[in-house]
């Protein structure tokens, strides 16, 4: 029990250190891809690789603790697997990708942290909390469920506002006029965050919160250089638009 939170206190650190390295470099793939980050794959393949931990690791957690399993874990295993399947195995095929290549090294250390995330998840829920059996059914649960639902319909909703752009306008960058997009450039990540605050929420757990830490310290910044990006890009970009909080910043 020790070991894991000191585990843990050491990967939020890092997390934190992250979180301002990341408003200095943004992570080069995307729009903010950038030569010298070493050899490139295909976007697709990486997204996938990089993504395919949170679904197959998570699986392996469970199957092993199968006989311990409550039904709160097997329901917060479904809830996990709703936000991952379509996130590394569907999202990526539907998305027209303007930067067809990534640095191996970004998808590298996107694998490497999804392990490391996916541990902590398993471990703390599966072992390191305890839930009454009647947990489903408390507010707390509730309360979470309600957000991370909600995050999900606005970061899907969002992406898929993109996917179809790129259908009617043709490949490359343009600027997106609905839903959230009149009032974010990153609804997309807003939508992520309030996803993980549920989530954080409905386990009631360290771990949901440690990921939560980790989840604003990579798609804050980058919010935030999107932002920049967009109105470097785009003269006539709207200017009451804000990068991840609505009307704040």
């Given at each position: 029990?020790?070991?894991?939170?000191?585990?843990?206190?050491?990967?939020?650190?890092?997390?934190?250190?992250?979180?301002?390295?990341?408003?200095?470099?943004?992570?080069?793939?995307?729009?903010?891809?950038?030569?010298?980050?070493?050899?490139?794959?295909?976007?697709?393949?990486?997204?996938?690789?990089?993504?395919?931990?949170?679904?197959i690791l998570m699986l392996i957690?469970?199957?092993?603790?199968?006989?311990?399993?409550?039904?709160?874990?097997?329901?917060?295993?479904?809830?996990?697997?709703?936000?991952?399947?379509?996130?590394?195995?569907?999202?990526?095929?539907?998305?027209?990708?303007?930067?067809?290549?990534?640095?191996?090294?970004?998808?590298?250390?996107?694998?490497?942290?999804?392990?490391?995330?996916?541990?902590?998840?398993?471990?703390g829920i599966f072992y390191f909390?305890?839930?009454?059996?009647?947990?489903?059914?408390?507010?707390?649960?509730?309360?979470?469920?309600?957000?991370?639902?909600?995050?999900?319909?606005?970061?899907?909703?969002?992406?898929?506002?993109?996917?179809?752009?790129?259908?009617?306008?043709?490949?490359?960058?343009?600027?997106?006029?609905?839903?959230?997009?009149?009032?974010?450039?990153?609804?997309?990540?807003?939508?992520?965050?309030?996803?993980?605050?549920?989530?954080?929420?409905?386990?009631?757990?360290?771990?949901?919160?440690?990921?939560?830490?980790?989840?604003?310290?990579?798609?804050?910044?980058r919010a935030i250089s999107h932002?920049?990006?967009?109105?470097?890009?785009?003269?006539?970009?709207?200017?009451?638009?804000?990068?991840?909080?609505?009307?704040?910043?």
């Amino acid at each position: 029990m020790n070991t894991f939170y000191i585990l843990i206190s050491i990967w939020v650190l890092i997390g934190l250190i992250t979180f301002v390295y990341l408003f200095f470099e943004s992570a080069p793939y995307g729009r903010h891809i950038k030569e010298g980050w070493g050899v490139e794959i295909s976007a697709r393949l990486g997204w996938i690789v990089m993504e395919s931990p949170c679904v197959i690791l998570m699986l392996i957690y469970g199957f092993i603790v199968r006989d311990q399993l409550q039904t709160v874990h097997t329901i917060f295993l479904l809830i996990w697997l709703t936000h991952y399947v379509h996130r590394t195995f569907i999202y990526p095929f539907l998305i027209s990708m303007t930067n067809p290549k990534m640095p191996i090294s970004i998808a590298c250390s996107a694998f490497f942290f999804n392990i490391v995330n996916v541990s902590i998840q398993a471990f703390g829920i599966f072992y390191f909390t305890e839930y009454s059996e009647n947990w489903i059914n408390s507010p707390i649960f509730l309360i979470g469920l309600l957000i991370f639902i909600t995050g999900m319909y606005i970061n899907i909703k969002s992406d898929y506002i993109i996917v179809d752009m790129k259908k009617n306008k043709g490949p490359g960058y343009h600027i997106p006029d609905k839903f959230l997009y009149k009032y974010l450039s990153a609804p997309n990540y807003f939508g992520e965050i309030i996803e993980w605050i549920g989530w954080a929420i409905l386990t009631w757990s360290i771990s949901g919160v440690v990921f939560l830490i980790w989840v604003i310290a990579n798609l804050f910044p980058r919010a935030i250089s999107h932002h920049r990006w967009y109105k470097s890009k785009f003269e006539d970009y709207p200017k009451t638009r804000k990068a991840i909080i609505p009307g704040i910043i």
